[in-house]
């Protein structure tokens, strides 16, 4: 298996452009999850899918960002008119649907607002 | 209130030496879970060990070992003989509940742990 991974893996953007960023899961793995970090703090929950379900959106920080797993498979974390404050590393992690629910992360995108 | 707490922002020890990284945890669920990840420079998470609210003994996987004090609320990330290449941020998280419902886990800001030669 190799692993999540997530595209690009470094993004620089002008404010108030769009930009979408992929994760594709571990195969095997049902759920999957997008997280966002900020310089010198831990990963903050944004989402939540059950194979191609949203369960979970309420953490989403604001409705610019929005995110689809459409197949159950690859999913897309959009961000709209991006602002400087968006700057940060996104996260995805995939996990398995039985306990004890643990996640495996991927390299991370790095998104950079000029 | 923070739900997860990591009091050491950075820790230096001695290679070999064991290291203990501090993690306090606040839920007022029954059933909750208990994660320790790693985080190199090169930015991945790398989860390392687990711990469930109902274990009662506590969890180990190869030179990791958790110090899981329920009543205390805490779970202490135990790291025996460090080598070098430990050298990385520690992340304590938790997911509250069963984990059967949509869980994000919570995370602590770290510890920036350097082992020295």
């Known amino acids: 298996d190799t692993g999540v991974s997530q595209n690009p893996r470094h993004k620089i953007t002008k404010r108030g452009q769009n930009v979408t960023f992929r994760c594709d899961p571990i195969?095997?793995?049902?759920?999957l999850y997008w997280y966002r970090q900020t310089l010198g703090q831990g990963p903050e929950f944004l989402t939540y899918f059950q194979n191609e379900a949203q369960l979970e959106k309420s953490r989403l920080l604001s409705d610019r960002f929005s995110a689809e797993r459409p197949k159950g498979s690859f999913s897309t974390l959009e961000i709209q008119r991006t602002e400087q404050g968006d700057s940060a590393m996104y996260l995805c992690a995939s996990g398995p649907t039985r306990p004890p629910y643990e996640q495996y992360f991927g390299p991370g995108t790095r998104l950079t607002v000029t | 209130a923070q739900k997860i707490t990591q009091t050491q922002p950075g820790m230096f020890v001695q290679e070999k030496e064991a290291v203990t990284l501090d993690c306090t945890y606040d839920?007022?669920?029954?059933?909750?879970?208990l994660f320790w990840y790693k985080q190199p420079s090169s930015g991945e998470m790398i989860f390392l060990i687990y711990q469930g609210s109902y274990d009662e003994q506590n969890a180990t996987e190869g030179r990791y070992s958790l110090n899981f004090q329920k009543a205390r609320k805490s779970a202490n990330l135990v790291i025996s003989a460090s080598q070098l290449g430990d050298s990385a941020m520690y992340f304590c998280?938790?997911?509250?509940?069963?984990?059967?419902?949509?869980?994000?886990?919570?995370f602590g800001k770290g510890t920036h742990l350097i082992i020295q030669p």
């Open positions: 998280a938790m997911r509250e509940g069963s984990g059967g419902g949509a869980d994000g886990l919570t």
């Open positions: 839920t007022s669920d029954q059933s909750y879970g």
């Open positions: 195969s095997e793995h049902n759920r």
